[in-house]
């Protein structure tokens, strides 16, 4: 009777505190949205492939620059705008390019060995290029500056404004261009009988035209066990948040042991006068919190799924079970801080505010991939941080569904919340109002 | 002058908290400044990516695929004891090594399976974005791609090999250019420009909580009732109020700028030092300005605690102070020009570009955020003056 009492009106009690409210219902949804507003199209376009912008000139008017252009624009990872060479550079200036490619072109060599012949049967560069042999004659003919392949080719050149990952890509295209070209090169240098060279020349472009790749992205272990898509890696800053939410709890218990405590308040004095034993008391206030805390956990969560729009990729009671859990973590770290500190008055404010957003700090809310490094440099961190332990069972939960890893988080967090409240115990249960 | 010294007085007796508060926020900044930190930009650069290999062939092949990567790549080879921490089972690893792209320790992961020098094919994860799969696996695969056409050629493996490693090593000379837009210099984005760039959330957090710590001390009724019994103006009043809360600001950007400097003495430019910390000093003033307006609508501190926590929180995510601008949607940034951190993160750009002080572009920057100082203090102002008369 005494237990229902004094649980029922602490939780009327907590849910008239504006502070309660604030922190523990508007806060989370507040940045919630601002996440969603600040990188939400992120995680709806994850499997998007990005695409880079780009703009070729082209050099000369000559096969080798046209095939060029028409390779580039086949790419469907480039977007390509073909100007000439002052736009281009006003396109970069802004920004709206990631770099120029200019289109590589034959030299005065290969021109002059064309002799103004027609290329109508030549509909390729690798066509111009093997008429270009074919009127060298004889091998005697290729001297040693023939054997490279600029001597044949201007190559392809590549300008960029800044260093980034979409410049990287495009000098990897130019690199792999170029490397196509020395190939070509070799190979025709390399030919014993010089009148198997335009032969060589026509194999060697058949090959570099097929479609030829090696490697395959192992996406096996990137599904949940319903073949669902991979959890994108910005939901790992919803799950901070939802970390540094359930932690908030510790401000709750806080406060109720400051309500507890004879030497915290005038409350506490009152309180401790009571005949109801503090055990009952202390345990009916700590659950009166937790069940506010889950309430407020659960409403942040559907909000995320629901009104957000942002998949858990898991069965939403899986996901309210492991916050519930952690919400019970942070009510027994804020006794565990109120037993410890007395009555500091840094119990009620800083310490929990700093335990919270510490803990969240460390399991990604600012710096979405920081748990992963600590995971290589010292995992035992994220063993007891109550927030990376959250963070890590719902992300095993989203990618790898239902499984050990999830049972072992949820475990180690009921490990935390039982030592803190043992720690607590030892502290408070000699303290009566004679002693304090 | 006797309640600006009180203001300091209350300060001596918080000074632990506030301390704590101050001292937090320093951490956070590195903390998250020592993630982002790169090298200058003056000429092209490949960007570095991380790359971990796991090798199951042991072949010829694969080592020299791993040699080419190397050139550019920052490239681990995963030994016995590397992957034994990753898990027990085959399973275990492969799904760390799944999340450490996913998380972007790693930007792509490389498996040579035992048959690999037989038949060529290897698997891979990488980021979600393709950019790092592209990347890397074109470079493997223009490397295997000469590889059979130097064997279709007629040469014999060993051969073929070689002179396919060539030809990749002579791609590598191709002619990229850096063009520079800027007035002079060009970007660094060292590590100067990400601490002044994250500062923002920290000094703004420190101040508003340290002032406001302070204020709630200073509403004590009995305090409140002997200031007012004294001969000074309520104008007089909030004055000095806002003067003690205006060097208490000033005294913790000194400290945020002051550690900041000697962690950059040597290792970034510090000629833009004079620039970043003039783009700070709005901050500082509407931080100062907005924790007047808070403790004037309240005397709680987890309410402060909690108004200050969303705001800077929210804005820092919003304007680009933890992740990028140019990453963030049109929309999302035309929304962010009516927060402060938006032009103070613009500022931090032009500052780290060597654009002058006295640009427009500087001084728009500049301007706006003292607008919002001007904005939130006079709020404050009105509200303080609108509770004294109704008192």
């Known amino acids: 009777m005494t237990f229902g009492h ?20 508007l806060f989370p949804l507040v940045l919630a949205t601002a996440f969603f507003v600040g990188f939400g199209s992120f995680i709806r376009n994850a499997d998007i492939l990005t695409t880079v912008d780009v703009a070729v000139v082209e050099t000369q008017d000559d096969e080798m620059s046209s095939s060029f252009v028409d390779l580039v624009k086949k790419l469907d ?20 390019v990631a770099g120029i490619l200019y289109a ?14 027609t290329l109508d049967n030549a509909s390729s560069a690798a066509d111009t290029l093997q008429i270009s042999v074919e009127n060298i004659g004889s091998s005697s003919m290729l001297t040693e500056d023939a054997k490279q392949a600029s001597y044949w080719i201007n190559d392809p050149t590549l300008t960029v404004a800044e260093n980034g990952v979409n410049q990287t890509i495009l000098s990897q295209f130019l690199k792999s261009y170029i490397a196509n070209e020395k190939e070509m090169a070799m190979i025709i240098t390399s030919a014993d009988d010089p009148s198997a060279i335009p032969a060589a020349i026509q194999k060697t472009a058949d090959m570099m035209a097929e479609d030829m790749t090696f490697g395959s992205s192992d996406v096996s272990l990137r599904y949940t066990d319903d073949g669902r898509g991979q959890l994108s890696p910005y939901m790992h800053y919803f799950f901070a948040l939802i970390a540094m939410a359930s932690l908030f709890a510790s401000w709750i218990s806080t406060s109720i042991l400051d309500e507890a405590m004879a030497n915290h308040s005038e409350i506490g004095k009152r309180n401790e006068c009571a005949p109801v034993p503090r055990a009952v008391s202390l345990t009916a206030n700590i659950l009166s919190g937790l069940v506010i805390q889950v309430i407020s956990v659960t409403c942040l969560i559907l909000y995320i799924q629901y009104v957000l729009k942002l998949n858990f990729n898991a069965p939403l009671g899986y996901v309210i079970l492991i916050s519930a859990v952690c919400s019970a973590t942070g009510i027994a770290f804020g006794v565990m801080f109120g037993a410890l500190l007395g009555n500091h008055p840094a119990t009620t404010t800083a310490v929990p505010l700093l335990f919270s957003m510490g803990c969240s700090f460390l399991s990604g809310l600012m710096v979405g991939n920081i748990q992963q490094i600590i995971q290589a440099a010292a995992p035992w961190i994220n063993r007891i941080n109550p927030a990376a332990l959250l963070t890590d069972g719902l992300d095993s939960l989203g990618s790898y569904g239902i499984g050990p890893a999830y049972w072992q988080d949820v475990l180690i967090l009921l490990a935390l ?8 115990s030892l502290i408070l249960r000699r303290k009566n109002y004679a002693s304090l | 002058m006797p309640v600006f010294k009180a203001f300091f007085k209350i300060l001596k007796v918080k000074g632990a908290i506030v301390l704590i508060y101050v001292a937090a926020f320093i951490a956070f900044m590195f903390g998250i400044t020592l993630q982002s930190e ?33 050139g550019e ?15 027990t089972t085959e399973k275990e690893q492969l799904r760390e090594l799944n999340d450490d792209v996913r998380y972007g320790v790693f930007d792509y992961v490389l498996i040579f399976p035992e048959t690999f020098e037989d038949d060529d094919q290897y698997s891979y994860f990488s980021t979600s974005d393709s950019s790092a799969g592209y990347i890397i696996s074109e470079q493997i695969d223009t490397f295997l791609k000469c590889l059979k056409i130097n064997m279709a050629a007629g040469m014999d493996g060993d051969e073929a090999l070689e002179k396919a490693a060539e030809v990749s090593d002579a791609s590598q000379n191709a002619e990229i250019r850096m063009a520079d837009f800027s007035d002079e210099g060009g970007s660094t984005h060292d590590s100067l420009y990400y601490l002044y ?34 001969a000074l103006s309520s104008q007089k009043i909030s004055l000095a109020r806002f003067s003690a809360s205006l060097l208490f600001a000033v005294g913790v950007m000194g400290l945020f700028v002051l550690i900041a400097s000697i962690y950059c003495l040597g290792s970034a430019d510090m000629s833009k030092n004079s620039a970043y910390i003039l783009n700070l000093v709005p901050v500082v003033i509407m931080s100062a300005a907005f924790a ?16 200050t926590n969303m705001v800077s929180l929210a804005m820092s995510f919003m304007c680009g102070v933890f992740i990028e601008q140019n990453m963030m949607q049109p929309g999302v940034l035309k929304a962010a020009q009516f927060m402060p951190f938006y032009w103070y993160v613009q500022g931090v750009d032009l500052a780290d570009a060597s654009v002058s002080v006295t640009s427009p572009a500087f001084l728009q920057c500049i301007g706006i955020q003292l607008l919002f100082a001007a904005a939130f203090a006079a709020a404050g102002i009105v509200i303080s003056r609108s509770r004294a008369a109704g008192k």
């Open chain 1, 6 to 25: 004094i649980f029922l009106y602490r939780i009327k009690e907590l849910f008239r505190q504006k502070w309660c409210v604030g922190w523990n219902f």
């Open chain 1, 77 to 96: 990872f480039m977007n390509v705008s073909v100007v000439d060479d002052e736009e281009a550079q006003e396109l970069l200036k802004d920004g709206d």
């Open chain 1, 104 to 117: 590589p072109s034959f030299t005065a060599n290969t021109r002059q060995l064309l002799n103004g012949n």
């Open chain 1, 417 to 424: 919340t039982a030592a803190a409240i043992a720690v607590s």
């Open chain 2, 38 to 70: 790169s090298a200058g930009e003056s000429m092209f650069q490949t960007k570095n990516l991380y790359v971990a290999v796991w090798d199951k062939s042991r072949s010829a092949l694969s080592d020299r695929i791993i040699q080419m990567l190397q």
């Open chain 2, 73 to 87: 790549n920052e490239v681990s080879v995963l030994t016995a004891d590397d992957l034994q921490k990753l898990g």
């Open chain 2, 197 to 230: 760039r994250f500062m923002c959330y920290s000094v703004m957090m420190a101040i508003v909580i340290g002032i406001c710590t302070v204020m709630t001390g200073m509403k004590n009724d009995d305090l409140v009732r002997r200031i007012h019994c004294s």
């Open chain 2, 292 to 307: 007047y307006l808070l403790s004037t609508l309240t005397a709680d501190e987890s309410i402060i605690n909690m108004i």
